[in-house]
């Protein structure tokens, strides 16, 4: 039995071969993948188009979305520098923060994260939510700092905090923002091999993704320049701007040696305009946006991430739907839904949800409901209750129903507005007072 989680030899995607001695060799199994890919309806239709989501908010529970991907390139490698504890940063809700140190813990490894906070000096200010909440419950050391630059602020910080951990005997490894350095890479270079296993070339057009620090983009961008597929690869900008991704995404070109046959501006397609007031922060219309989405498709989005993403990629479609002119190159297009979930419960959504879909039943149920028998099932008479008899259980289960209810009240009713049947049941008190829940006082009254 393979226990989880589990480090393998990396193999190369076949697409990727002449890669070979830039990929990493190991990687630990964590994702739950394949994930799924699925239609994704828009809050309107838009003419002409096709859409679908792939599901890689579904590669875990705790540990969903994207980073997980990479990290399970990252933390094969800090197992093998033999690294006892990980340092990272990101903003106060980072989801990749929140994956590396659950991921970690999994691995027996402790982490520090750096979370930049606009007031980094009242530890109560980071609240209890969404990420944060997963962070207390596992125990990370979340040291809070200003808003600041990766480069030249959290980098150094994260080395200066590296070095105190050394010298108090740690093993510290440190990770870049977001897992985009060349190892993290490699989790969407084996993405896209997933997608080809999924037959992405042979449906799709369009392939539209989040940038936030450039990993996940570049992965695809690579995998399917290598690949040689026709698809088109598109990345919605929620920070930064397409000049400063390019520049990432063709250092990680330059590290796998492609330098001199390819360049981010012709495999990778950067939209800006759709991060809005700035990183992590919303606007109304965008968190509108994600609930009528999530209310349309069944799929929740993030506001940090992905709610902006999809807002974009809609907006462009309509415009291209209404203009015939635009990023996409034909009409079958693939978002790759990059997780985040747990952002979105950071209580910032909230204002806005309003309880227009909340109904009293207590009122409704009594009108609703016709009870039509009630019938004791006892132990000295096991078999057929009446109402069993009369079609409203199916046979098979009426000698199972009858062993568990034996002694109980069996009540039965129609709903008025579908005519179909339904049962509920109450137990006795000492005194063989019936014992109903609350909504069930109609079928109470009515007992014969
Ligand atoms: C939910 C989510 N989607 C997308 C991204 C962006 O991915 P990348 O940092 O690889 O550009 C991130 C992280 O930054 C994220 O947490």
Same mark, same amino acid.
């Given at each position: 039995?393979?226990?989880?989680?589990?480090?393998?030899?990396?193999?190369?995607?076949?697409?990727?071969?002449?890669?070979?001695?830039?990929?990493?060799?190991?990687?630990?199994?964590?994702?739950?993948?394949?994930?799924?890919?699925?239609?994704?309806?828009?809050?309107?239709?838009?003419?002409?188009?096709?859409?679908?989501?792939?599901?890689?908010?579904?590669?875990?529970?705790?540990?969903?979305?994207?980073?997980?991907?990479?990290?399970?390139?990252?933390?094969?490698?800090?197992?093998?520098?033999?690294?006892?504890?990980?340092?990272?940063?990101?903003?106060?809700?980072?989801?990749?923060?929140?994956?590396?140190?659950?991921?970690?813990?999994?691995?027996?490894?402790?982490?520090?994260?750096?979370?930049?906070?606009?007031?980094?000096?009242?530890?109560?200010?980071?609240?209890?939510?969404?990420?944060?909440?997963?962070?207390?419950?596992?125990?990370?050391?979340?040291?809070?700092?200003?808003?600041?630059?990766?480069?030249?602020?959290?980098?150094?910080?994260?080395?200066?905090?590296?070095?105190?951990?050394?010298?108090?005997?740690?093993?510290?490894?440190?990770?870049?923002?977001?897992?985009?350095?060349?190892?993290?890479?490699?989790?969407?270079?084996?993405?896209?091999?997933?997608?080809?296993?999924?037959?992405?070339?042979?449906?799709?057009?369009?392939?539209?993704?989040?940038?936030?620090?450039?990993? !996940?983009?570049?992965? /695809?961008?690579? +995998?399917?320049?290598?690949?040689?597929?026709? #698809?088109?690869?598109?990345? $919605?900008? %929620?920070?930064?701007?397409?000049?400063?991704?390019?520049?990432?995404?063709?250092?990680?070109?330059?590290?796998?040696?492609?330098?001199?046959?390819?360049?981010?501006?012709?495999?990778?397609?950067?939209?800006?305009?759709?991060?809005?007031?700035?990183?992590?922060?919303?606007?109304?219309?965008?968190?509108?946006?994600?609930?009528?989405?999530?209310?349309?498709?069944?799929?929740?989005?993030?506001?940090?991430?992905?709610?902006?993403?999809?807002?974009?990629?809609?907006?462009?479609?309509?415009?291209?739907?209404?203009?015939?002119?635009?990023?996409?190159?034909?009409?079958?297009?693939?978002?790759?839904?990059?997780?985040?979930?747990?952002?979105?419960?950071?209580?910032?959504?909230?204002?806005?949800?309003?309880?227009? !879909?909340?109904?009293? /039943?207590?009122? +409704?149920?009594?009108?609703?409901?016709?009870? #039509?028998?009630?019938?004791? $099932?006892? %132990?000295?008479?096991?078999?057929?209750?009446?109402?069993?008899?009369?079609?409203?259980?199916?046979?098979?289960?009426?000698?199972?129903?009858?062993?568990?209810?034996?002694?109980?009240?069996?009540?039965?009713?129609?709903?008025?507005?579908?005519?179909?049947?339904?049962?509920?049941?109450?137990?006795?008190?000492?005194?063989?007072?019936?014992?109903?829940?609350?909504?069930?006082?109609?079928?109470?009254?009515?007992?014969?």
């Amino acid at each position: 039995m393979n226990i989880h989680p589990r480090v393998l030899e990396y193999e190369v995607p076949e697409f990727a071969s002449r890669l070979k001695d830039k990929a990493p060799p190991t990687k630990l199994v964590l994702a739950m993948v394949p994930t799924p890919i699925q239609r994704f309806r828009m809050p309107e239709e838009i003419d002409g188009f096709e859409i679908f989501v792939k599901r890689d908010d579904m590669t875990g529970s705790t540990l969903s979305g994207n980073k997980i991907r990479k990290l399970e390139f990252i933390l094969a490698d800090a197992l093998e520098k033999k690294a006892d504890t990980i340092v990272t940063c990101g903003g106060i809700q980072s989801n990749f923060c929140r994956i590396t140190a659950l991921a970690a813990k999994e691995l027996n490894m402790q982490t520090h994260v750096l979370l930049r906070s606009p007031t980094p000096s009242d530890k109560r200010s980071v609240g209890n939510q969404g990420n944060v909440f997963l962070h207390k419950l596992n125990g990370t050391t979340m040291h809070l700092v200003k808003k600041q630059a990766y480069l030249t602020g959290l980098l150094p910080k994260m080395e200066i905090l590296s070095d105190q951990l050394s010298s108090q005997g740690l093993s510290p490894y440190l990770i870049a923002i977001g897992g985009s350095d060349t190892v993290g890479l490699w989790g969407y270079i084996e993405c896209w091999k997933e997608m080809l296993e999924q037959n992405v070339p042979g449906f799709i057009t369009d392939v539209v993704v989040t940038i936030g620090s450039g990993g !996940t983009a570049a992965g /695809l961008a690579i +995998g399917n320049y290598l690949s040689g597929s026709k #698809v088109k690869m598109h990345a $919605i900008s %929620v920070c930064d701007n397409a000049q400063i991704f390019h520049e990432h995404v063709n250092e990680m070109i330059e590290f796998l040696g492609l330098s001199n046959e390819t360049k981010s501006e012709d495999i990778l397609n950067i939209i800006d305009g759709y991060k809005g007031r700035g990183y992590a922060l919303n606007t109304k219309e965008e968190l509108d946006f994600i609930k009528a989405a999530s209310g349309t498709s069944g799929v929740p989005t993030d506001p940090v991430y992905t709610g902006k993403a999809v807002r974009g990629m809609f907006v462009e479609l309509q415009n291209q739907s209404r203009t015939g002119q635009g990023h996409f190159s034909g009409n079958k297009i693939l978002f790759v839904h990059t997780g985040g979930i747990f952002g979105l419960y950071d209580g910032q959504i909230e204002p806005i949800l309003g309880d227009s !879909t909340v109904r009293d /039943l207590t009122n +409704g149920a009594k009108k609703a409901f016709r009870v #039509v028998a009630v019938a004791e $099932i006892e %132990v000295a008479r096991p078999g057929m209750p009446d109402l069993f008899e009369r079609g409203l259980c199916t046979s098979s289960r009426i000698a199972e129903y009858t062993n568990l209810f034996k002694g109980e009240l069996i009540v039965v009713w129609f709903n008025a507005s579908n005519n179909l049947p339904s049962w509920t049941y109450g137990l006795r008190d000492s005194r063989r007072k019936l014992l109903l829940p609350a909504s069930s006082t109609v079928a109470y009254t009515a007992k014969p």
